[in-house]
């Protein structure tokens, strides 16, 4: 009996899921990942709470300037997202992309194999040919409702 491709392959994703690699994978993301979150979340609160409890702080100009201290941290949160996602960009191009792209090649070429293996398994063995299948008979319905 054939195994369904789809089931075959979600089989092997779970087994990917539970290997080492892909847990040393998911835990380098993670530890990449948690601490600019966090750091980027905290900065983020710094300055809502900032501008909804000290506004006056925030209303202070620089440099006898019109631009104020709030103008600046606000550009600063531009400025941040911009530069988590360089960092992060670079990071994945060089750590975590290569070994996902392998894993995921490695997955893969498992998945072939079984399912190139479970076809062969499919394959009719016979030694001589194979007699001629009957024709199927079919009722002819005309006759049937007829009294």
Same mark, same amino acid.
């Given at each position: 009996?054939?195994?369904?491709?789809?089931?075959?392959?979600?089989?092997?994703?779970?087994?990917?899921?539970?290997?080492?690699?892909?847990?040393?994978?998911?835990?380098?993301?993670?530890?990449?990942?948690?601490?600019?979150?966090?750091?980027?979340? @905290?900065?983020?609160?710094?300055?809502?709470?900032?501008?909804? $409890?000290?506004?006056? &702080?925030?209303?202070?100009? #620089?440099?006898? !300037?019109? @631009?104020?201290?709030?103008?600046?941290?606000?550009?600063?949160? $531009?400025?941040?997202? &911009?530069?988590?996602?360089? #960092?992060?960009? !670079?990071?994945?191009?060089?750590?975590?992309?290569?070994?996902?792209?392998?894993?995921?090649?490695?997955?893969?070429?498992?998945?072939?194999?079984?399912?190139?293996?479970?076809?062969?398994?499919?394959?009719?063995?016979?030694?001589?040919?194979?007699?001629?299948?009957?024709?199927?008979?079919?009722?002819?319905?005309?006759?049937?409702?007829?009294?």
């Amino acid at each position: 009996m054939a195994i369904d491709d789809d089931d075959l392959i979600a089989e092997r994703s779970l087994a990917v899921q539970q290997s080492p690699e892909f847990r040393a994978l998911r835990r380098s993301f993670i530890s990449f990942i948690a601490p600019l979150t966090a750091l980027f979340l @905290i900065w983020y609160l710094a300055y809502v709470l900032i501008a909804g $409890f000290a506004p006056g &702080f925030f209303a202070q100009s #620089v440099g006898g !300037s019109s @631009i104020n201290v709030g103008f600046l941290f606000g550009l600063g949160q $531009f400025v941040t997202t &911009f530069a988590i996602t360089m #960092v992060y960009r !670079s990071w994945a191009d060089k750590k975590y992309d290569p070994q996902a792209a392998a894993l995921r090649e490695h997955m893969e070429a498992e998945t072939e194999e079984a399912v190139e293996a479970d076809a062969a398994l499919d394959q009719p063995t016979t030694a001589g040919p194979s007699a001629p299948t009957p024709p199927t008979v079919r009722p002819n319905n005309d006759e049937e409702g007829r009294a």
